[in-house]
């Protein structure tokens, strides 16, 4: 069960909405703060629930309360239960954009401008940049920024150079320029099973630190890397399991392949393996 702690009041009344493996469940509780109707599309997004019509009809913007007006966003984090038992290990953090409220006497409606990054997709790429919703990995001690322009107080968290196998991985969702004029991405973190997990901001593109997480070009051997082995499969969608290999096993590649944003490894025997180089690695 995913709960987000005061996290997602309707605007309506007093409640809240847990995401549960069967859907979303009603608990008549008092939120302690409202979130918007973005956020609950994004935990849909992610766990694969499909979003009642309640939830549809609700505004697209809320009042969030007590929240400085020099913060620009939250990060809210969620805590998985399994039989009332927390399990912290596994917390998504997300990050809400804030809009602040006029701090005008009496009722108003206006509002600040929400902030926005620094120049948008439309930027000029450097060749090896990668396309928007691709994989990318980081090959050594690498900063995840608010801004597009780097400074320690944007820095949200730094990632440690770590062994291949365990190299940090994020979805590329778009672009930005910083004040210099050197072009970032703009990512979200894909590490499940880490405290980081679901955490969007700004890293460098700068090919030094961060490469492709999949294969571009015919390794024509690979030996797995994974400390659980990986499988084959009869389709390029990675179903239809044929055998399992072992950490260890090198295997010959005949041809790569394109899939969605993705690449594949066609084996000699006509199966398919992965191509993220985390798992497997060119000999």
């Not at 778009?174 to 970032?184: D, H, I, L, V």
């Not at 997480?213 to 659980?228: E, G, H, S």
């Not at 025997?269 to 985390?278: H, I, R, S």
């Amino acid at each position: 069960m995913e709960r987000v702690s005061g996290a997602y009041g309707c605007g309506h009344d007093d409640s809240r909405y847990l995401v549960t493996n069967t859907g979303w469940r009603k608990v008549n509780v008092p939120p302690s703060v409202a979130s918007s109707k973005m956020y609950l599309r994004s935990l849909a997004d992610r766990f694969h629930f499909k979003l009642p019509d309640m939830v549809k009809n609700y505004p697209d913007r809320l009042t969030l309360t007590n929240i400085g007006s020099d913060q620009q966003s939250i990060t809210i984090k969620g805590d998985y239960r399994n039989g009332g038992s927390v399990v912290t290990a596994f917390n998504t953090a997300v990050d809400v954009p804030l809009i602040h409220e006029s701090q005008s006497v009496g009722p108003s409606t206006e509002t600040s401008r929400p902030v926005t990054p620094s120049k948008p997709d439309n930027v000029t790429k450097p060749s090896y940049v990668v396309k928007k919703g691709q994989a990318v990995s980081g090959i050594r001690k690498l900063g995840l920024y608010r801004q597009a322009t780097f400074t320690a107080k944007q820095r949200r968290v730094f990632y440690p150079r770590q062994s291949r196998e365990k190299r940090p991985q994020f979805v590329v969702t778009g672009y930005a320029t910083s004040k210099g004029g050197r072009p970032r991405y703009r990512v979200r973190d894909v590490n499940h099973h880490s405290r980081t997990a679901g955490l969007t901001g700004y890293i460098t593109t700068q090919p030094q630190y961060v490469t492709n997480t999949y294969y571009k070009q015919n390794p024509r051997r690979i030996r797995v890397i994974n400390a659980q082995g990986v499988n084959a499969y009869r389709r390029i969608k990675l179903t239809g399991k044929m055998r399992h290999y072992k950490r260890g096993a090198v295997l010959k590649v005949k041809r790569l392949e394109s899939y969605r944003l993705t690449t594949r490894l066609v084996l000699t025997n006509g199966q398919y393996v992965t191509a993220n180089k985390a798992l497997v690695m060119k000999r």
